[in-house]
């Protein structure tokens, strides 16, 4: 499900708070070769401004990006954040496919706070009835147009042609549901939101964002043990949410917040368990934040469940000497690998 059309050759391009991730991969009679990757860091808030100057300081990023990787086309697969995106999950009756999508024109018009012309939306069947009497579970993505006009922009305005438009979540679900028939959590941690993603069978069932991430982590030890951001940030990656090390201050500092993504989960999880009837079997943390250390130890002892951290090159073929980059930094690449095989088989 996206919001544009498919082409044969692109690279997935994942514009984040605080870095830009470029991955091109190609199809084998395996799996999926590496082609090229590279990332670049970028100010915060400079991808989310409007200004005419940061848009074009954003596009001549990319620009650089791509130069620097040698990418070998000019298509782009890139992603929307779910905070600029309405994700709606509605039941409907079983009806003729033709009446179904006029249902879903209708309910769009209907649940949306904006005039569907000032929208660009997308639905997919996600839950099949077993018998006359179930409904159709269906879910609607919709994007503002200005939203889809302004990524539109700084792709072209970087010299490229944008094929590909989703959500964070739908390229989350391609890279990380990789378990056929179990229904997974994905929970992504980025530098300033968290989306929480179940998904089976790469489709998105059920979508959450949460307004703060790995940066509310760093602040908060800033403040608490009266550290620069940059320290901060580096006890963070070293310490992580142990208790052993350093008195476990560091865990003490970011308790609170972890707290409100566990209930955030929790109230994800109610959710899906009411909405569908069914349990999440297995959790997965990623983006940068997922690198702590022992968060995964964490989520597993809070939930009781089998928590893994994300590892979205698993299935992607690449060259032995970038092994230890791609392994140490894993987790960063969930999104921009899922972008990146979209079409690739």
Request: hydrophobic share 45%; proline share 4%.
């Amino acid at each position: 499900m996206g919001l544009f059309s498919r082409s044969d050759e692109f690279f997935g391009l994942d514009i984040g708070s605080t870095t830009l991730k470029l991955v091109q991969l190609k199809a084998s009679s395996g799996k999926p070769l590496l082609v090229t990757y590279g990332t670049a860091s970028i100010p915060i808030g400079l991808s989310q401004s409007d200004s005419d100057i940061d848009i074009r300081r954003l596009s001549e990023v990319i620009r650089q990006l791509v130069k620097g990787t040698r990418a070998t086309t000019k298509n782009v697969s890139t992603a929307l954040p779910e905070n600029q995106v309405f994700t709606l999950v509605l039941p409907f009756p079983q009806m003729s496919p033709a009446d179904l999508k006029k249902a879903v024109q209708w309910q769009v018009q209907q649940n949306l706070p904006m005039n569907i012309e000032d929208v660009r939306y997308d639905w997919q069947v996600i839950s099949v009835p077993k018998n006359a009497n179930e409904q159709v579970q269906v879910m609607i993505t919709a994007a503002p147009i200005e939203r889809v006009r302004r990524i539109n922009r700084i792709i072209a305005e970087a010299g490229l042609n944008l094929v590909g438009l989703e959500t964070t979540n739908i390229a989350l679900s391609r890279s990380l549901a990789t378990f056929p028939g179990a229904k997974i959590l994905i929970v992504d941690i980025g530098a300033m939101s968290t989306e929480l993603a179940i998904v089976e069978n790469h489709i998105v069932l059920h979508s959450r964002s949460i307004s703060f991430g790995g940066e509310a982590f760093t602040r908060a030890i800033s403040n608490t043990l009266g550290l620069d951001l940059a320290q901060a940030d580096q006890f963070k990656c070293k310490f992580g949410v142990t208790l052993e090390k350093l008195e476990g201050r560091v865990y003490k500092a970011i308790k609170p917040i972890l707290a409100t993504i566990v209930d955030e989960i929790i109230k994800s999880m109610q959710f899906f368990e009411n909405q569908f009837g069914s349990r999440v079997d297995l959790f997965i943390i990623s983006g940068g934040s997922a690198k702590m250390p022992e968060i995964g130890t964490f989520f597993a002892k809070t939930f009781n469940m089998d928590v893994q951290i994300a590892n979205p090159w698993k299935n992607i073929a690449y060259p032995v000497s970038v092994q230890e980059d791609i392994i140490n930094n894993a987790p960063d690449y969930s999104t921009v690998i899922g972008l990146a095989l979209r079409e690739v088989k």
